[in-house]
């Protein structure tokens, strides 16, 4: 499985962005999609995620962010997606989408149970 995160940069408070994850992958290899975000000397965050196999269109947000993001996802076109709306500056990170061979369980929050990883996109929120 390959990922390839696209869509970051720099945006004022209060604005959006949306993020894109191209998804290489053999039909079935995929259970569960999220997305992660990442800064210096932090663990990895749990941002969203997203069945992929049988729970497919079931999401599970992090309390940071849910009202704000939305996370998707189109199966046939193998890419995933985090619309981000009214970011703020501690939204500032790397994004990462991870993917799991395993469903969409009580672990989804968990960066341990993702077994493959994209490079990351920046994402800055600052005036």
């Known amino acids: 499985v390959q990922l390839v995160e696209s869509g970051g940069g720099l945006v004022q408070p209060g604005g959006s962005l949306r993020l894109s994850c191209s998804i290489s992958?053999?039909?079935?290899?995929?259970?569960?999609m999220a997305w992660f975000r990442q800064v210096p000397g932090r663990e990895r965050e749990f941002v969203a995620a997203?069945?992929?196999?049988?729970?497919?269109?079931?999401?599970r947000y992090g309390d940071s962010v849910r009202g704000r993001f939305t996370i998707s996802g189109d199966t046939a076109k193998s890419t995933l997606n985090l619309q981000m709306n009214f970011l703020k500056p501690v939204d500032t990170a790397v994004y990462y989408c991870?993917?799991?061979?395993?469903?969409?369980?009580?672990?989804?929050?968990?960066?341990?149970?993702?077994?493959?990883w994209g490079q990351g996109t920046q994402v800055t929120v600052s005036s």
């Open positions: 992958e053999r039909t079935g290899t995929v259970g569960t």
């Open positions: 991870g993917a799991s061979v395993g469903s969409l369980s009580n672990t989804f929050a968990s960066r341990y149970r993702y077994d493959y």
């Open positions: 997203i069945g992929w196999d049988l729970y497919t269109g079931n999401t």
